[in-house]
């Protein structure tokens, strides 16, 4: 059991929300007196977590779990799947469609960047079942 | 320096509610795709582009840049400016490219 769980639903195909989990479990830790670097990776994790499971994966669930030390993110979709992980990993490679690009998104960091900004991360995907990716935070990392 | 006088410094149009008073500039980053931003840009940078989006103030809010500055007057959707006051996010606006901008706002953090 973790001292807080959090959990949200993100809606597909819904740019203006996205960034509201994020943003809550932000504004969360930072009462609970986190420390605000790895908040900030929470928070950017996070984010590029909820913009793919809108662009790609028609929403999906996410379950943050806190405790003194560590934060867990689990972002559960059933989306296509990723049919190659190593290239989704690859900066600057994405599949996603143009008017995506134009709001900004799409220049394929995403992933990357959730790795840069995790200390911990896991991609569990099937093709045409969906995917569920886990990340975790350290409070003291020593990541900057 | 403040957001504020760096403002007032350098000539920028408020365009938000929250002139970043309380927020420090530290230095600057430029770029218009967000995850580049969120993967490049520092906590208290000053953030150069032209993404006037409520995307845009999601980046910022998360990547806790310092404020947002429109450069080469790129518009603020009505969406991107109510997001922005409710979550305190400082926007700016200034004619100039962001290559001048930029160069301002290191002789003014360096004096």
């Known amino acids: 059991m973790s001292m807080l769980q959090l959990k949200y639903s993100v809606p597909g195909d819904d740019f203006t929300r996205a960034g509201e989990?994020?943003?809550?479990?932000?504004?969360?830790?930072?009462?609970?007196?986190?420390?605000p670097a790895a908040i900030r990776r929470?928070?950017?994790?996070?984010?590029?977590g909820e913009i793919n499971m809108v662009i790609?994966?028609?929403?999906?669930?996410?379950?943050?779990?806190?405790?003194?030390?560590?934060?867990?993110?689990?972002?559960?979709?059933?989306?296509?799947?990723?049919?190659?992980?190593?290239?989704?990993?690859?900066?600057?490679w994405s599949t996603a469609p143009d008017?995506?690009?134009?709001?900004?998104?799409?220049?394929?960091?995403?992933?990357?960047?959730?790795?840069?900004?995790?200390?911990?991360?896991?991609?569990?995907?099937?093709?045409?079942?969906?995917?569920?990716?886990?990340?975790i935070v350290y409070a003291q990392s020593p990541k900057p | 320096?403040?957001?504020?006088?760096?403002?007032?410094?350098?000539?920028?149009k408020k365009l938000t509610d929250c002139d970043g008073a309380?927020?420090?500039?530290?230095?600057?980053?430029?770029?218009?795709?967000?995850?580049?931003?969120?993967?490049?840009a520092k906590a208290d940078d000053v953030w150069l582009t032209v993404m006037g989006n409520i995307n845009a103030i999601a980046v910022?809010?998360?990547a806790d840049v310092s404020a947002i500055v429109l450069v080469e007057s790129a518009a603020l959707d009505a969406e991107a400016l109510a997001r922005a006051n409710q979550q305190e996010v400082a926007i700016y606006a200034t004619e100039l490219p962001a290559y001048e901008t930029a160069l301002q706002i290191a002789a003014a953090l360096k004096a």
């Open chain 1, 21 to 35: 989990a994020s943003g809550d479990v932000k504004h969360k830790l930072k009462k609970l007196g986190y420390n």
């Open chain 1, 42 to 48: 929470v928070a950017i994790a996070m984010y590029e």
């Open chain 1, 56 to 92: 790609h994966a028609g929403g999906g669930e996410a379950i943050v779990d806190v405790d003194p030390d560590k934060v867990e993110i689990l972002l559960i979709d059933h989306g296509p799947g990723i049919a190659d992980v190593n290239k989704a990993m690859q900066e600057g």
């Open chain 1, 99 to 135: 008017n995506v690009r134009s709001l900004g998104f799409g220049a394929g960091m995403g992933l990357p960047n959730m790795k840069k900004y995790s200390d911990e991360m896991t991609i569990d995907s099937v093709v045409g079942q969906g995917t569920t990716l886990k990340m």
């Open chain 2, 1 to 12: 320096m403040k957001i504020n006088e760096l403002a007032e410094a350098l000539g920028w």
């Open chain 2, 22 to 40: 309380d927020r420090e500039a530290l230095g600057c980053y430029c770029g218009d795709l967000l995850s580049w931003v969120m993967g490049r």
């Open chain 2, 60 to 62: 910022a809010t998360l």
